[in-house]
Every structure is written in C-alpha cells, then in structure tokens.
C-alpha cells in the first residue's frame, strides 16, 4: 500500500507483442492507436514494426482496441496478459 491507502499497481511491463493473423481482419485500430508498433502489410494484416514504438499502455490500447483481439502481449516473464487467458 502507498501513503493514500491504495494498494500499488507494478508497473505495466510488455516484453512480447504477437499479432495472430489467422485473427486479423485488417480493421487497423491498432495502426490508428500505435502506428509506431503495428502497419498493415500487403495482405491488410497487422504486424509488429516495433514492439517498442510506444509506451506500454499504449500498446494495451492498440490490443484492446482489436475487434479481433489478434494481439496477445506477453510480460517479461513470459505470461499472457492480454487478452486475458
């Protein structure tokens, strides 16, 4: 707990970013949100340009926004956090 009386978060770390094509529809609101991490390739799929192209609640923001959810993100230690496994 922090001096207010709020348990404190850990910081939001993203270590992997992975776009599941078979998913991918190519809607491309994860473009729109992080074009630094995601473009659209010749197909109209996502792929990951650099998974370091935005801060991680960012990146969150590009998988949340997914209609698909093609995007699964990894923390350092490897586990799923989003979407939620």
Do not use: W
């Not at 939001?12 to 809607?27: K, M, N, P, Q, Y």
């Amino acid at each position: 707990m922090n001096g207010d009386g709020h348990k404190q978060q850990k910081p939001l770390v993203i270590s992997r970013v992975v776009v599941d094509r078979e998913l991918c529809i190519g809607a491309a609101p994860c473009v729109t949100v992080a074009p630094g991490v995601f473009q659209l390739d010749e197909e109209n799929k996502a792929y990951v340009v650099d998974p370091n192209g935005a801060d991680a609640e960012t990146i969150l923001l590009a998988a949340q926004a997914c209609p698909t959810q093609a995007i699964i993100l990894y923390d350092e230690d490897g586990n799923q956090i989003y979407p939620e496994a």
